[in-house]
């Protein structure tokens, strides 16, 4: 799929510390495990050599194809695979790779993804309400509005999307459902919010369904709990979180492999885009960067 005109490419977040802390080995195997449309993968296959390696997995079909494209011209060999990262071990058994040198996980959705005029990511796109990064999925954002429980629903709001207004929005939904598209869920959104900072709402509401449409926070505690098992002696993981519980997530299980010694944390303190890139590109405000090495 070719990204709609008005889209702008994706901007990929954090670039330079990203490529600093995996201190990449050029004849090394490194792993982007949401490697979206490669914006981090070709900094990190333009430092690999021939004899190096690079595993690019994502969920969404669109985004490899255009990755593929993107970089075919490399001289580094590169394999890119329709699947989810929390599959690593699998994946790279596959591949017949035993360990890697490095991991980059740059979670939540891509330009591609939102800007996309079928895809329903966006609050301002008119579209089916899917959602699903991988369209081989059955369950669309769609299902999730129809078929979950008032009070469910108002926990995925409350829980994934910080709403405070979660309970009236499950109740306004509950009224006026079935939801098909983007529109019908905006309109029972705006029927039970106050018009000041309904966008924020809006936001709330669609980062929520997302998460849940794609069990966003299950996966990535699956790879935590995982990852090291893929990493060499002296690998690097990479992780960047735009949502708190993911930060939460990954902070907590650092913290456990440190204590049992088997990585050292490279980022004390989650690290943050540096005011000029803030500025540059608003969508890399909420992000989080950790990073860990591996040492036994
Ligand atoms: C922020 S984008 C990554 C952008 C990429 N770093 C770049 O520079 O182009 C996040 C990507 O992660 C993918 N994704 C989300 N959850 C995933 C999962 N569990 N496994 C694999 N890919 C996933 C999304 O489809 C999306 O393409």
Do not use: W
């Amino acid at each position: 799929m070719e990204p709609s005109q008005d889209a702008p490419l994706h901007i990929p977040v954090m670039t330079e510390e990203v490529i600093s802390l995996l201190e990449i080995i050029p004849e090394g195997i490194y792993v982007d495990g949401t490697v979206g449309l490669g914006g981090h993968a070709t900094q990190i296959i333009s430092r690999l050599s021939s004899k190096g390696q690079l595993v690019g997995i994502d969920l969404d079909e669109d985004a490899l194809q255009y990755c593929e494209d993107r970089l075919t011209a490399s001289s580094c060999p590169f394999k890119l695979i329709h699947n989810s990262y929390d599959q690593i071990l699998r994946i790279l058994s596959k591949l017949e790779i035993s360990k890697v040198n490095g991991i980059l996980l740059d979670l939540g959705i891509s330009s591609l993804q939102l800007n996309s005029e079928d895809r329903g990511f966006s609050f301002s796109r008119p579209a089916p309400l899917d959602m699903r990064f991988d369209r081989t999925n059955r369950r669309t954002a769609a299902d999730v509005l129809n078929k979950l429980s008032e009070p469910e629903l108002s926990d995925v709001f409350y829980t994934y999307g910080e709403e405070r207004r979660s309970r009236s929005i499950a109740k306004k939904i509950s009224q006026v459902r079935p939801l098909f598209t983007v529109s019908d869920l905006v309109e029972a959104v705006r029927s039970c919010t106050p018009p000041n900072f309904r966008h924020r709402t809006l936001a709330r509401v669609f980062q929520a369904l997302r998460i849940v449409v794609n069990k966003e926070l299950e996966k990535l505690e699956i790879f935590l709990n995982h990852f090291i098992e893929a990493l060499a002696i002296g690998g690097k993981v990479v992780i960047i979180s735009f949502h708190s519980l993911e930060d939460r997530l990954v902070k907590q299980h650092f913290r456990q492999m440190k204590e049992n010694g088997r990585i050292r944390i490279l980022t004390k303190k989650p690290l943050q885009p540096k005011e000029n890139e803030r500025k540059l590109n608003t969508r890399s405000r909420s992000a989080k960067l950790r990073a860990a090495e591996r040492i036994s």
